[in-house]
C-alpha cells in the first residue's frame, strides 16, 4: 500500500485535544539514555497500571538495547519481551510494553521512530480495519495482538505506507482514527467491520453530497458572531 490508506491530515488534527500529552512526548524523547525517556513516559503510556517503573527501570539502565534494535521488528520484540520476562518485570505475553520501549530506544532529537512504531490497541485496530485484517462479519479486537509476526508485519506496513517521513504525525492519525472506530457502537462488543464500513461510507456520501463545504461551514459560522 504506497499511501496511507486514511486522511492522515484530518485524523492527525484531531490529535490536538492530547497537545499537552504530545508535548511532554516530545520533550521526552529527547533524553539520551532509553531509562530517562522511559521514566517521563512511564504514566503517559499508562503502563505503571500493571509495571512499577521502580522494578523497570534497574533492568533498562543495564540492557544492551543495541542487541535488539538492529533485528527485524518481530524478533526484536519477541526476544526482548523474554529478557522482560526472565528479570521478572513483566509476567504476560503482551506486547505493548517491548514494543514502547523498542520505539523509544529508536526515537530521539530526529524525531519518532518509524521502524518501531507506537503500538497499542487503538493503532492496532486501526491497522486491522485499515488493511482488511479482518472483513465483513467480524468485529475489531479488545486489544493489541499479542502475535510478534502480526506486530512485525504492522511495523513494515506502517513504515511503508508512512507519509512523507512524517511518523509522529501518522502515529497520531492511527491512534484517533482507532479510538473513534472502536466506539461506534454500543455495548461491551467491539465494533463490527460491516458497522465502520457503513458509517463511513455514509460520511463520505454525506461530505461530498449536495453543500459546498466538507465539515463546517466556517464563514457562515464567523458570519453568526458579527
Known sequence: MPEPPLNVEYWSSLYRVYEEDNTQYEEAIQAPMLVDKARQLWQWKDLSRSISFERMAPVLSDIDISQYVDK?????????????????????????????????????????????????????????????????????????????DLYGDFCRDFAASCPDERPRQYEQALFMFGGYIMDLEAGDSPTEISTIDQILSNQEIAIRDITDYSLVHIDRVRDSGR
Do not use: C, M
Open 72 to 148: 527485524r521488528p518481530e524478533i526484536a520484540v519477541d526476544a526482548f519481551l523474554t529478557h522482560l520476562q526472565e528479570k521478572g518485570v513483566i509476567k504476560g505475553d503482551g506486547l505493548v510494553t517491548p514494543a514502547f520501549l523498542l520505539h523509544l530506544a529508536t526515537s530521539g532529537p530526529t524525531g519518532s521512530s518509524k521502524t518501531f512504531p507506537i503500538y497499542d490497541r487503538r493503532v492496532w485496530n486501526a491497522y486491522v480495519y485499515l488493511w482488511r485484517l479482518r472483513t465483513e462479519g467480524e468485529r475489531l479486537y479488545r486489544s493489541a495482538s499479542t502475535s510478534p
